[in-house]
């Protein structure tokens, strides 16, 4: 079970989980992505890119840096499974308002996309229980060395939204980034329910 940042001490709880819909909803947010300057606008080639083009910008940014580890790759991970099942949603709406590609569909070929698109995001939500599952197990003891390192540097005091912000997104990131703290803190805390 979950034990919710709810206040910032000297010792703060720490989340002994994530659920992949906790995560999406944080990086997703309702407000504004800060965008960095520094990376560079690639073009994906849109609805007929290459297949790999994205899996390669990734290979190009892990091998360029001085490494990921574990728990930024399953984010990454439930990140990019969930981005999957919206464009699958994306898909299925699409299809049901008979929208291109599937305005020329015959019926039948409509209820079979519509079962195999189906079929496929049962499939990504059990994926996506068990990323939780390996995050469960991961998070407490990586989330504690990380709140230990923010501890030794006096990052751990001050508001929930904050720390919260140091915790998932590192002081190093953005300076290479060339972003402001407060505009990732922004994005993170986005219309949270301030009780």
């Known amino acids: 079970m ?3 940042l709810s206040a910032v001490t000297d010792s703060p709880q720490i989340p002994d989980s994530i659920s992949a819909s906790e995560l999406s909803a944080l990086l997703n947010g309702g407000s504004q992505l800060p965008l960095s300057s520094v990376l560079p606008s690639l073009n994906f080639g849109g609805l007929v890119g290459g297949v790999c083009d994205l899996q390669f910008a990734i290979n190009q940014l892990i091998c360029s840096s001085n490494g990921v580890n574990i728990v930024q790759v399953l984010c990454a991970a439930i990140h990019l499974v969930n981005e999957l099942d919206s464009s699958m949603l994306a898909q299925l709406h699409n299809l049901e308002q008979r929208l291109p590609p599937y305005d020329q569909a015959d019926e039948q070929d409509a209820q079979l996309l519509k079962r195999y698109i189906g079929q496929n995001r049962r499939g990504l939500q059990g994926s996506l229980m068990h990323l939780e599952s390996v995050m469960t197990v991961l998070m407490p003891t990586f989330a504690q060395e990380r709140v230990s390192l923010l501890r030794q540097r006096g990052q751990v005091n001050g508001d929930l939204p904050t720390f919260r912000s140091r915790l998932l997104i ?8 060339e972003i402001a703290r407060q505009a990732v803190t922004d994005y993170l ?3 949270e329910d301030p009780s």
């Open 2 to 4: 979950a034990c919710p």
């Open 189 to 191: 805390h986005h219309d």
């Open 170 to 177: 590192s002081d190093e990131l953005l300076s290479d980034l």
